[in-house]
């Protein structure tokens, strides 16, 4: 494998033209720190939170892997079942998950042998990783998640992600999207994949935000799907034309949480709806969902909140009505905050015309006043750390949640606690 990824100079490798550029974009901004007449590639990697791990040199010799080892070019990382190790080179991270090999073959190239990794090249330089015969460029600035198993599979976390073939293929990963590929065959986009979140160590530490948004939203889900079918009836009840048909027997949570996710974004919220609505048919995270709508976990709860009032005096009987409740005067404390939006008011979600522009809301016979005030009590039990208040929209810190390390692809391993550095 180090052989494959010792050719990155031939031609297949230079038909990469926006990957060739982001990762010489990391190494000249590393060269501009670091002073020049110091390549990335001479770089130096060291070991960090370490567990159960060794190192293989190039001459056949093992030796345990221990925290601030340097690694010598050529080495390979090895983890155990419940192993992990961080293999840091000027600010950046790579996050190795339980039973996997990665092989360093200098500061700028390595080799994913098994396993699964996280690139973490947000703050640091980039990274030319060869997966299978593919050349994966995480340029700097972003966060790849990489499985080897029978199948490959690569995941933007943060920013877009390039990957070449050996036929000279080339496919650029959009962010919070992925690539599932079966031996050299690239698919021709990323528009229909969006990215699955796995919630363990690697992506905690890499996208923190992504992944407690995650959390949380998965929790809200599985505290709808907990309390009955009155909630769905006060979303669905008296409309069938405008509800996106759903696969019989889905979860509760699949016809409430679009919804709602929508009228936290603002702006077109049917839009964004049916936007939630096929993200959640492709296989997407719910906080990929959010985070694609530029809205966050926070807000989320907060248009729910909103939603309880509209339920208890019968104004969100329908979905077109929970829609406009939600992002009209109604739903002014539940707007998004997505990236880049400093404020709690959301761009372009501005009220809807008047009552004639959508059906007359009916109450549901069902409604009441704590269905969803229920939920949202549910959900903040079921997290590991606290969530801000279902008012405060504003970012606050999140602190890394414990999680479990990175699995071998198929594999769910015992939770354990992060490591203290």
């Known amino acids: ?24 974009c990391g190494l000249l901004v590393t060269g501009m720190v670091t002073g020049c007449g110091s ?3 001479a770089a130096t990697t060291t070991l960090h939170g370490v567990v159960d791990a060794s190192v293989v040199h190039a001459n056949g010799a093992v030796v345990a892997a221990v925290e601030g080892l340097r690694l010598r070019r050529g080495d390979v990382v090895r983890t155990g079942p419940q192993g992990r190790a961080e293999l840091r080179t000027r ?31 947000q703050h640091g330089p980039g990274l030319s990783m060869s997966v299978a015969g593919l050349q994966v460029v995480a340029g700097s600035g972003s ?40 031996g050299d065959a690239l698919p021709d986009s990323t528009t229909d994949s969006p990215l699955r979140l796995t919630d363990d160590d690697g992506e905690a530490h ?9 959390l949380a939203l998965g929790a809200l889900a599985a505290g709808i799907d907990s309390t009955g079918d009155s909630t769905v009836r006060l979303v669905t009840a008296a409309w069938h034309s405008g509800l996106e048909a759903l696969p019989g027997g889905v ?28 993200l959640r048919r492709h296989g997407a995270s719910w906080g990929v969902v959010a985070h694609r709508l530029h809205t966050t976990a926070a807000a989320v709860l907060a248009a729910l909140s909103v939603f309880e009032k509209g339920a208890a005096t019968g104004q969100v009987g329908t979905v077109p009505a929970a829609l406009d409740f939600l992002s009209g ?20 979600g501005h009220p809807r015309p008047g009552p004639s522009s959508s059906p007359q809301p009916t109450a549901s016979p069902s409604s009441s006043p704590d269905v969803v005030g229920g ?23 999140v602190p890394v949640p414990s999680l479990p390390s990175l699995p071998i692809v198929g594999v769910t391993p015992a939770p354990a606690p992060l490591p203290t550095h």
């Open 206 to 214: 890499a996208v923190p935000l992504l992944v407690r948004d995650d």
């Open 375 to 397: 939920t949202i009590d549910k959900v903040l039990k079921l997290l590991p750390t606290p969530l801000p208040t279902v008012t405060s929209l504003l970012p606050v810190p």
């Open 329 to 348: 005067g109604g739903a002014v404390a539940g707007r998004g905050t997505g990236p880049g939006d400093g404020s709690g008011s959301g761009s372009g």
């Open 251 to 278: 979860a509760r949570s699949e016809q409430v949480l679009p919804v709602v996710i929508a009228a936290a974004a603002g702006g077109d919220t049917r839009a964004g709806y049916a936007t939630a609505v096929a």
């Open 91 to 121: 600010g950046r991270v790579v996050y190795e998950g339980s039973a996997a090999a990665v092989q360093m073959i200098d500061g700028a190239r390595a080799d994913l042998r098994h396993g699964a990794v996280v690139v973490d090249a």
């Open 143 to 182: 966060a790849v998640r990489a499985e080897r198993d029978v199948t490959v599979r690569l995941g933007a976390l943060a920013g877009s992600v390039g990957v070449d073939s050996q036929t000279g293929r080339h496919l650029q990963i959009t962010p919070l999207s992925q690539a599932i590929v079966g």
């Open 39 to 41: 390549p990335l590639s």
């Open 1 to 24: 494998m180090g052989q494959t990824a010792r050719n990155t100079a031939k031609p297949p490798f230079r038909s990469s033209r926006t990957g060739a550029v982001a990762l010489a």
